[in-house]
């Protein structure tokens, strides 16, 4: 029987919970994540995020987005987001060339990659509230910094890797590892698609130098207009059916939605229209000849299916209109003092040159447990993800671990991974066995 997700039933958190799980949110240096007391802050991030998306996928008290907000702990969030980006992009290449590294599980170093994937799944609900967006103050310069990154890894990604299914992981599980990381980067980088829309929504409120960054420093609305242009949510799979990336998943499209928007589409479009309608940031940005250029390639996206669909980008087809006859004036120059962001080159700073310590470090502390110690992971694991919570949260059936086709049986000892037939389990036990141990173990400890 499905649970209602406003139901007790459902809940996550009680209010009191999520108030001490925000409150004790801390910052962490690169050489304690993985280790214990980090460990343990991914649960409660994760029990918070669960939460966060209960409450307003059956628009309920959003209370875990009240306690972020009341304690002050965006700023926080943010800086957990991208220490996890830097540990990925430093830390973990050397530990997968390390020679004497070859751990039992690579689990532990999956919950590190996993965190990011929480954090951002997280923001993302709650920065939807301007509120949010003020609280994180400074921090949130690094914010609009990070979800360039993302959107600039997206827009390579469209060039290389346009229209091609990727193959399932093989090889070491350190191998598979990394092909999971990068599979996961993808979802992220959708992600910051909306907090970067969110950004835009509330630019208004938030400190001048946001507005610099996103439309001078980096030049964003040229770099909307090459996602539009390339949609890297978009490909063809092997039998020439068009797909779309919603909700994690990739997803055959019928005939008749084709030119249906997805979520991420609109928050692209949403984006360009915050960004280019809005007075304060048409006095900012430059509409050189190379920009107006760029930003004229909109013109031919914006057909009459496309406003249908999103009535206010009609503002922004005249605005177009209007660009392509005239030469805007120069942008105006004030002289001001402008904030620049501090989080990602601090963490470069205190750990520069130190990058192979630290992967060392944590390959004696945390990414070389004992079975014990596995199970203890795994058992907390299996508290914090409560399988009848899940199930209600999941937008679609759950597909088999070995041929990805909907699946209707769940293994029995684990009750995590799921099959389509008998023989799918039987094929998928070489690989399944290990976690599946572990899993059921945790369930009976």
Not at 354 to 367: D, E, G, M, P, S
Request: proline residues 5%.
């Amino acid at each position: 029987m499905a649970v209602e997700l406003n139901s007790p039933d459902t809940a996550v958190l009680l209010p009191t919970e999520a108030a001490g799980y925000a409150g004790s949110l801390q910052e962490f240096p690169l050489r304690d994540i993985g280790g214990p007391r980090w460990f343990r802050q991914h649960e409660y991030i994760e029990k918070l995020n669960m939460q966060a998306i209960i409450s307003a996928t059956a628009e309920g008290d959003e209370f875990v987005k009240e306690h972020i907000y009341s304690l002050g702990k965006a700023p926080t969030l943010i800086h957990e987001l991208i220490a996890v980006e830097v540990w990925k992009q430093k830390v973990f290449p050397i530990l997968c060339q390390l020679q004497d590294f070859n751990p039992k599980s690579t689990f532990p170093i999956y919950m590190v990659i996993y965190h990011e994937a929480t954090i951002i799944n997280l923001l993302e609900t709650i920065f939807y509230h301007k509120d949010v967006c003020e609280s994180a103050e400074e921090a949130v310069l690094d914010l609009a910094d990070y979800c360039h990154r993302k959107l600039t890894l997206l827009a390579a990604q469209s060039e290389s890797c346009e229209n091609q299914e990727r193959d399932p992981p093989t090889g070491t599980s350190l191998t598979e590892l990394k092909k999971q990381s990068q599979d996961l980067e993808f979802d992220i980088s959708v992600k910051a698609v909306s907090i970067l829309r969110y950004i835009t929504d509330h630019i208004d409120s938030l400190p001048i130098s946001v507005q610099t960054r996103l439309l001078n420093t980096h030049n964003v609305p040229c770099l909307l207009v090459q996602l539009v242009d390339h949609c890297p949510w978009r490909r063809y799979n092997s039998k020439g059916e068009l797909q779309k990336y919603a909700d994690g998943k990739w997803h055959t499209v019928p005939l008749e939605d084709h030119l249906k928007i997805t979520k991420v589409d609109g928050q692209v479009w949403i984006a360009l229209y915050n960004l280019l309608l809005r007075p304060d940031c048409q006095k900012s940005y430059d509409f050189n000849n190379i920009n107006k250029t760029q930003l004229l390639k909109l013109q031919g996206f914006l057909t009459e299916v496309l406003i249908d669909q999103l009535p206010n980008l009609v503002e922004l087809q005249r605005f177009l209109s209007h660009l392509a006859m005239v030469d805007p004036p120069p942008p105006k120059k004030n002289l001001i003092l402008e904030q620049v962001p501090d989080i990602r080159n601090r963490i470069f700073c205190e750990n520069s040159n130190k990058w192979k310590a630290i992967a060392k470090h944590l390959v004696k502390t945390a990414f070389n447990p004992s079975e014990q110690e596995l199970l203890q992971q795994a058992h907390r694991l299996a508290e914090t993800y409560n399988l009848n919570v899940m199930e209600n949260l999941i937008p679609e059936r759950p597909k088999c671990g070995f041929c990805g086709v909907e699946a209707a049986k769940r293994c029995s000892r684990c009750q995590i991974e799921w099959y389509c037939a008998r023989e799918c389990q039987v094929k998928h036990w070489s690989k399944h066995k290990k976690a599946c141990d572990l899993m059921a173990g945790a369930v009976k400890a």
